[in-house]
């Protein structure tokens, strides 16, 4: 069966950074589309970030320029690595992954991340 456990979720100052990592049980090769969403109380799960299999990169314009998402094949890992946080950026973080074949989409726990003084 497969799982997508996330981790490296924390308290943070604003201007600080973090960086979150996914582990899949089974290859990541598998995935279409790895990816990184975030849900803040009350309201709707949000595409943080994205990559393909062919390394392209997806963001959402209000993480453009501080956040790379990467991915280590070998290690079966996708990564978030966030810079410059904002109080804004508080939310639980979930990794996503969407299957070449049958076009399921597989969620994590999720991770929680605070930015505040």
């Known amino acids: 069966q497969v799982q997508l456990v996330e981790s490296g979720g924390g308290l943070v100052q604003p201007g600080g950074s973090l960086r979150l990592s996914c582990a899949a049980s089974g290859s990541i090769f598998s995935f279409a589309t790895m990816g990184w969403y975030r849900q803040a109380p009350g309201e709707q799960r949000e595409l943080v970030a994205s990559i393909s299999n062919g390394g392209s990169t997806n963001y959402a314009d209000s993480v453009e320029g501080r956040f790379t998402i990467s991915r280590d094949n070998a290690r079966n890992m996708v990564y978030l690595q966030m810079n410059s946080l904002k109080p804004e950026d508080t939310a639980v973080y979930y990794c996503?992954?969407?299957?070449?074949?049958?076009?399921?989409?597989?969620w994590g726990q999720g991770t929680q991340v605070t930015v505040s003084s």
């Open positions: 996503n992954g969407k299957k070449i074949f049958g076009g399921l989409n597989y």
